[in-house]
Nanobody, 114 residues
Framework: QVQLVESGGGLVQPGGSLRLSCAASGIIFSLYDMGWYRQAPGKERELVASITRSSSTNYVDSVKDRFTISRDNAKNTVYLQMNSLKPEDTAVYYC????????WGQGTQVTVSK
């Protein structure tokens, strides 16, 4: 059974930082491309950052230079370091694993507010 379990979300003030983690089980983690998506209320789910099996990374323009995606294949975990957070980063953040099919985590809420 495949499981992706996100953690690390919460409430943070503008300008603050959070680190999201996604622990994977039931897949050969090193063979999967991984991604972080987010969905704000009333908006479409969007890809925030992705990292391939070979650790090539890609970011949506709105988070470049603020967010960093990384992976630890020994721990079957992908991370999203989020710095200089803005209120518009508020969303539910989802972990995604993709190879021939994709899997999703349950999501973790990130709220950026005073």
């Amino acid at each position: 059974q495949v499981q992706l379990v996100e953690s690390g979300g919460g409430l943070v003030q503008p300008g603050g930082s959070l680190r999201l983690s996604c622990a994977a089980s039931g897949i050969i983690f090193s063979l999967y491309d991984m991604g972080w998506y987010r969905q704000a209320p009333g908006k479409e789910r969007e890809l925030v950052a992705s990292i391939t099996r070979s650790s090539s990374t890609n970011y949506v323009d709105s988070v470049k230079d603020r967010f960093t995606i990384s992976r630890d294949n020994a721990k079957n975990t992908v991370y999203l370091q989020m710095n200089s957070l803005k209120p518009e980063d508020t969303a539910v953040y989802y972990c995604n694993a993709y190879r021939w099919r994709e899997y999703w985590g349950q999501g973790t809420q990130v709220t950026v507010s005073k």
